[in-house]
């Protein structure tokens, strides 16, 4: 079967860095992408990795490495607007995505 | 209206009723896609469209049949609603090629009783 994990929550403090891992099974690789969800809104495209390695945009990057399954997704500099869920899906072999079940991140002051 | 919209915002519905969920997106995009999300569950994808004419079932298509008459519209219908479809709906749209890059609607939030 298709399985992605993430931890289901994390905590972190305000101007820090936090780490949000995602492993992946799946049938298939097309592309794993990274999205932020606030409380009772929908989801918003963060990221898109093909090719294993990093992408950095701003205070977010996200790492993939094929070979492993693995990605991550790195933000810098936390901010209180960054608490909210991060969801990690891959799209597979017939380019549907296929969703984590997300990773609350909770910051404090 | 700008981007992707749903109707409603909020539903109660009694079991055994039909419902229609609106889905109208105006960045003319070829996709667009419904998927529940329910807690501690990632979104699953119910059915999609590629292109105006067609559509394709996804990972829980049963109980849920939707059309596409055109470019703007993706309506969701729920023949007979029962309870484990409780849940809050999003639809969300791609351009071609682009399907990484989805755009979400605000959703909306059903509890069939």
């Known amino acids: 079967g298709q399985n992605i994990d993430q931890p289901t929550e994390m905590t972190a403090t305000e101007g820090a860095i936090v780490q949000i891992n995602c492993t992946y099974q799946?049938?298939?690789?097309?592309?794993l992408f990274w999205y932020q969800q606030h409380a009772g809104e929908a989801p918003t495209f963060l990221s898109y990795?093909?090719l294993d390695g990093l992408e950095e945009k701003g205070r977010f990057s996200s790492f993939l490495s094929r070979s492993k399954g693995y990605s991550y997704l790195l933000l810098k500099e936390l901010q209180m607007k960054d608490s909210a869920s991060y969801l990690c899906?891959?799209?597979?072999?017939?380019?549907?995505?296929?969703w984590g079940a997300g990773t609350k991140l909770i910051i404090k002051p | 209206i700008a981007g992707i919209t749903q109707a409603p915002t909020s539903q109660i519905l009694a079991a055994g009723r039909r419902m229609t969920l609106r889905c109208t997106q105006d960045?003319?995009?070829?996709?667009m896609y419904w998927y529940r999300q329910d807690l501690g569950l990632g979104l699953r994808l119910i059915h999609y469209?590629?292109?105006?004419?067609?559509?394709g079932k996804g990972e829980v298509p049963d109980g849920y049949s939707v059309s596409r008459a055109n470019t703007d519209d993706f309506p969701l219908t729920l023949a007979s609603a029962v309870p484990s479809q409780t849940s809050v709906y999003f639809c969300?749209?791609?351009?071609?090629?682009?399907?990484?890059?989805?755009?979400f609607g605000p959703g909306t939030r059903l509890t069939v009783t």
């Open positions: 799946t049938s298939g690789f097309n592309g």
């Open positions: 990795n093909v």
């Open positions: 960045m003319r995009h070829n996709a």
């Open positions: 469209s590629n292109t105006a004419g067609t559509t």
């Open positions: 969300a749209s791609s351009l071609e090629g682009r399907a990484y890059e989805q755009y």
């Open positions: 899906a891959v799209r597979d072999s017939n380019y549907q995505l296929i």
